[in-house]
């Protein structure tokens, strides 16, 4: 016997939907900021955007030393991210996970991941973390 299933809806928050300036073409990613950082309109006007699920490690740091309660070392990277469709891709500040170090490197394809990055007590906290996607090494 099996009970009802319920469907759990894709939630904006499990997308990449970035906000594209209608002036200049920046894309906007996660929020949408007011003022645009690629040609300064203010307010800018945006359109939402999709976003694909890889991307392009542009740069990365490996931490080393953080607070006791968190996992080191840990990377984060800013990754392009095109759109789905034409435009210019996002730029996403991101943690690495679930990767090797070395498996690392500018230009290496990066896919995102989303999951709970935490609790706050309130609520938990949905983001995604960019990893070398499994078996392409
Ligand atoms: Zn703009």
Redesign the pocket.
């Known amino acids: 016997m099996s009970g009802p299933r319920y469907h759990r809806p894709k939630r904006q928050d499990q997308r990449l939907v970035a906000f594209e ?1 209608q ?2 073409g ?1 894309v906007s990613y996660p929020e949408r900021k007011r003022t ?1 950082k ?2 300064s ?1 203010a307010p ?1 006007e945006y359109e939402e955007v999709q976003l694909q699920e890889r991307g392009e490690i542009k740069t990365f740091v490996v931490q080393h030393y953080l607070p006791d309660d968190i996992e080191t070392p840990q990377p984060v990277a800013i990754v392009d991210v095109p759109q789905v469709g034409d435009g210019e891709p996002a730029r996403i500040y991101g943690l690495l996970a679930e990767s090797e170090l070395d498996e690392l490197e500018v230009g290496r394809e990066v896919e995102a991941r989303f999951r709970e990055l935490f609790d706050d007590g309130d609520r938990p906290i949905n983001s995604f973390k960019f990893a070398v996607p499994r078996g392409e090494k």
């Open positions: 300036c002036s200049c920046w645009c690629g040609c309109a800018a």
